[in-house]
């Protein structure tokens, strides 16, 4: 039987990671690089990933290949042992089934074998007596006074044949006890013999039953360590799997924040505003940091930070004598996402290039939104109209700055970039 040889295998956790891009949202939040050459030397990094992942896939699919083929051989061994046991097994069936076959011949020719004796006992009676009256007859010359004593020759051949009649008769006598004796001993010797034999032949398989059981119990335990391993080696190259799957998703968001990146402007480019609703009347002034107020001439109503037992990752500011009061983009950039959930309403992110590096903003409880998807707008350019949209205690926009991309509770202190 071919040796196993124990596999070192070395588990792999991994996050399964989905991307979803739609026309409602293009979220490259999770995977994100702040500028172009950051971008091209992740992805470098993770295609080397990938590959160095595909190739622990190779080696491990080929190692559980030549596993499985060996709990293949495994299982023909045993299943012809287990066709070898259970021939074994009938055969034992059925010599015990000839032994007491040969057990009820025996108690038949113990039976004969009473009935021997009662006529060996019968004839020896027989015997015995004729020898007497032989005896007598011999010692008191009665064969001899017979035949003196014989009227006519007939008589005395008459006389002659009932002697020799009687002298045959005991010889005959003499015959069949030694055959009856001869077939009791022939008879007991066969039956004892076949018993034996059987009995032999019987032991001998129930021997071969029990070595080929042990034989089945080592081939189980070793299927149940191969089986084991496969589990292992199984789960292992899952863990690959989903890993591989994690970094080829995360290459796709590299690659197209890279994308975003290439197509986005750089400050301080401005427009002459776009289409607005209505124009804010206070005017929109780049800061050092290349950001501009969203929301000119509002005031701050809830600070960034800790709030009402959470966290308040960014910062809220209204206008309270304008209930239609324009948002507008706080740098040049590329629309990202433009979304809806319960907590943050209607809500848009840009992604912006500031001084070559990645920032992105964020927009939430708006009352309309008018910014598409993948769409590149200019700083000071309306993107929506403040709102109560989502979890609000009224009309106000919530304005976020995540460096480096946008993920949920990540953003920083917009003070840090905007003076409020």
């Known amino acids: 039987m071919q040796k196993h040889v124990r596999i070192c295998a070395v588990l792999f956790f991994a996050f399964f990671t989905v991307v979803f891009i739609n026309s409602a949202t293009l979220d490259v939040s999770a995977n994100t690089c702040r500028s172009i050459s950051e971008c091209r030397e992740l992805q470098r ?53 000839r032994i007491f076959e040969l057990s009820d011949k025996i108690e038949l020719n113990i039976i004969l074998y009473d009935e021997t004796n009662e006529r060996i006992d019968y004839l020896l ?122 970094e080829e998703s995360r290459l796709a968001a590299l690659l197209q924040a890279e994308e975003i990146l290439s197509r986005t402007p750089a400050p301080p480019t401005t427009a002459p505003g776009g289409p607005t609703a209505q124009a804010p009347t206070t005017p929109q002034i780049p800061n050092e940091s290349g950001l501009a107020h969203p929301m000119p001439g509002a005031r701050v109503s809830s600070e960034f930070g800790n ?70 707008v200019y700083q000071g350019q309306q993107i929506g109209i403040k709102g109560s949209t989502g979890f609000s205690t009224g009309p106000h926009l919530h304005f976020e700055v995540h460096p480096g991309g946008f993920s949920w509770n990540s953003g920083v202190n917009p003070r840090d970039w905007i003076a409020f």
Do not use: C
């Open 45 to 97: 990094a993770t295609r080397d990933n990938i590959a160095d992942l595909v190739d622990q896939e190779n080696e491990l699919g080929i190692d559980l290949a030549q596993l499985q083929e060996e709990i293949s051989q495994l299982r023909v061994e045993l299943s012809a042992l287990l066709e070898s046991i259970d021939i074994l097994e009938s055969e034992i069936s059925d010599l015990t089934n």
């Open 125 to 246: 009676d027989e015997v015995s007596q004729r020898m007497r009256i032989t005896q007598r007859r011999i010692n008191t010359n009665d064969i001899f006074s017979a035949l003196v004593e014989a009227q006519s020759i007939v008589d005395f051949v008459r006389v002659s044949r009932e002697i020799n009649r009687i002298a045959n008769r005991d010889a005959d006598f003499m015959n069949e006890l030694n055959s009856l004796i001869k077939l009791q001993q022939q008879i007991l010797l066969e039956l004892q013999e076949m018993t034996e034999e059987l009995e032999e032949i019987r032991y001998a398989r129930r021997a071969s039953v029990a070595m080929l059981e042990i034989e089945q119990e080592y081939l189980e335990s070793v299927e149940y360590e191969l089986v084991g391993r496969e589990f292992l080696l199984q789960d292992t190259l899952d863990a690959l799997y989903a890993e591989r799957v994690s």
């Open 307 to 376: 709030r009402w037992g959470g966290w308040h990752a960014g910062i809220d500011v209204e206008i309270f004598a304008n209930p239609r009061t324009p948002v507008l983009s706080a740098a040049a950039g590329t629309v990202i996402t433009s979304n809806f959930n319960n907590s943050m309403g209607w809500y848009v992110i840009i992604s912006h290039n500031i001084n070559g590096q990645r920032v992105d903003t964020l927009y939430g409880h708006l009352r309309y939104q008018g910014a598409a998807v993948g769409s590149v």
